[in-house]
């Protein structure tokens, strides 16, 4: 069993968190993950309201006795969205860990910190990371270039990064992008992270809440199959390549062109209606790593969490040691 100091803080088996995903963070998947000895995250704006948020955290209970949390992505919106009410609502259900992303977790912390939880706010730069860490975060998730979602605008990758961080930071470091392997853990570990987070290679589970024809093409896809959008408008994100995607990245290209011009294609609502609910996988833009090249089914949680670290061990107890010479021969 591999112990560090997140799997000492949060209470799990193993230092593998599955962070906060929009429309996957339920309790099915949230559970699954927990049972495993992971850390999942629900995520609060998934449901449409906070009292929807705290019957899923009741749910969740229901379904595990095991440590989960809650993840609150802070971001500008169309519509105002009231984090006070989800953070009320996160505080009185008794959570004990909260995923922070976005925006500046400072708000947030009082009431937090107040209530006895656990923070680990997520950071795509070690400037970014060491703020956070100086409001007053119990643990920092780093995101490499490779990573789903909003990696940043410095391009730097995780083989970087993460060692970057960790000369910097004090408190425990979660490495996020481009892990989807035994391999992987064991090399974050080995630049100086505390735990690994994983997004992509969960949706590709038995218990992901979303089509099997989108696991699937998550198996299919290769390293190659993501593609960088809203550049642009200094907003990257990474995203699965498909038509819809391509489309999107095309016009942002055009000169004077802003982020309206393709608002109706990077809809969210559309990507999870079309794409994570009815299967069509080109009906909308969609989530999705780099470390699609290296997934090659779909397992169960439980299967997936036992392979990674149980390869993970195998690594570092076995494989590497095997490749120092004893000098006394």
């Known amino acids: 069993m591999i112990r560090t100091r997140v799997t000492e803080l949060f209470g799990i088996d193993h230092p593998v ?33 906070p009292q929807a948020l705290a019957k899923e955290i009741a749910r969740t209970r229901e379904l595990t006795d095991r440590p989960f949390g809650v993840n609150l992505t802070i971001l500008p919106t169309i519509n105002p969205v009231p984090y006070h009410e989800y953070r009320a609502a996160i505080v009185e259900s008794g959570v004990t860990i909260v995923e922070t992303a976005g925006s500046s977790p400072e708000p947030h912390l009082p009431d937090f910190k107040a209530a006895g939880i656990k923070v680990i706010h997520k950071a795509t730069s070690v400037r970014h990371a060491l703020s956070a860490e100086r409001k007053g975060v119990d643990v920092v998730s780093i995101d490499g270039f490779e990573c789903a979602g909003h990696p940043g605008e410095d391009d730097v990758p995780g083989l970087i990064l993460i060692p970057a961080a960790a000369a910097r930071l004090t408190v425990p470091i979660i490495a996020s992008g481009g892990i989807a392997t035994g391999a992987g853990l064991a090399a974050a570990l080995a630049l100086g992270a505390d735990a690994v987070n994983m997004g992509t290679r969960f949706m590709a589970t038995t218990e992901a809440p979303i089509h099997e024809n989108v696991k699937q093409q998550i198996v299919a896809n290769d390293e190659r199959a993501t593609i960088l959008v809203f550049r642009q408008f200094r907003n990257t994100a990474r995203v699965a390549r498909n038509s819809i995607s391509e489309q999107i990245a095309e016009i942002s290209t055009r000169p004077g062109a802003t982020f309206e ?46 392979e990674i670290v149980g390869e993970a061990e195998e690594i570092i107890a076995r494989r590497l040691p095997a490749l120092v010479a004893d000098p006394r021969s």
């Open 17 to 49: 968190v599955c962070g906060g995903m929009t429309a996957l963070g339920t309790a099915e998947l949230v559970s699954a993950v927990a049972n495993a000895g992971a850390l999942g995250f629900l995520t609060a704006l998934t449901q449409p309201s």
């Open 261 to 306: 011009d393709v608002a109706a294609l990077a809809s969210g609502a559309r990507g999870r209606a079309d794409v994570l609910g009815a299967g069509d996988v080109e009906g909308g833009m969609w989530w999705a790593g780099q470390s699609q090249g290296l997934i090659r089914s779909v397992d169960t949680c439980a299967a997936v969490i036992s």
